[in-house]
């Protein structure tokens, strides 16, 4: 993803909302960033039946934050909707080239047993766990419930990435997991 430089003095504000589903919230909610100028680094927004689970990671002046955390909080209770902001000054990091960025493609059958086990390995192992998103499905005709996991990950320019790739294999295989791991450009 593509991150361009943002100006001098920056903070960075997290916003997390759940809710229930409500439109007007959404276009409130993106009409109030709008008029406030600030940078969206990174969001989400998903829909679980009728809530809205939203999560924005958004940068700019401190000052311009500062004046946006009200109207924020107002605007959640104007939605009914519940509101987590926490603030942190923010950096414009440049690539640390002493680790190598991965991505981890995973099926499983158990979805909380797999991302127990998941964890675990990679801690073990010493990964750098940047991003874990996980979804679940049934398939067509079979009434077995399937997870995916998409991990990003960032590995030790130290380590063998072959010893680590055949250890990796190994415990998918051992866990019955399909998997494949390539070098990730995103991160």
């Not at 009409?31 to 100028?37: F, G, R, Y």
């Not at 990174?42 to 934050?65: C, D, H, M, P, R």
């Not at 055949?166 to 991160?187: H, Q, R, T, V, W």
């Amino acid at each position: 993803m593509f991150r361009r430089p943002i100006v001098q003095d920056n903070q960075s504000l997290s916003i997390i909302a759940l809710g229930n589903k409500h439109e007007d919230f959404l276009k409130d909610f993106s009409q109030l960033l709008s008029l406030h100028p600030c940078e969206i680094i990174q969001s989400y927004v998903l829909t679980q039946n009728e809530l809205y689970n939203l999560s924005f990671f958004i940068a700019g002046k401190w000052s311009i934050l500062a004046k946006l955390e009200p109207k924020l909080k107002r605007l959640a209770e104007k939605h009914s909707m519940d509101m987590l902001l926490r603030f942190s000054s923010h950096e414009v990091k440049t690539e640390n080239k002493s680790y190598l960025p991965y991505s981890l493609y995973i099926v499983s059958l158990s979805n909380t047993i797999g991302l127990y086990q998941l964890i675990r390995f990679l801690i073990q192992k010493n990964a750098n766990i940047v991003e874990i998103y996980t979804d679940s499905y049934q398939p067509r005709r079979n009434p077995i419930t399937m997870t995916t996991f998409n991990i990003k990950i960032q590995l030790s320019s130290e380590l063998s990435i072959a010893d680590w790739r055949e250890s990796f294999m190994l415990f998918c295989d051992d866990y019955n997991l399909d998997a494949i791991m390539e070098p990730d450009k995103g991160i």
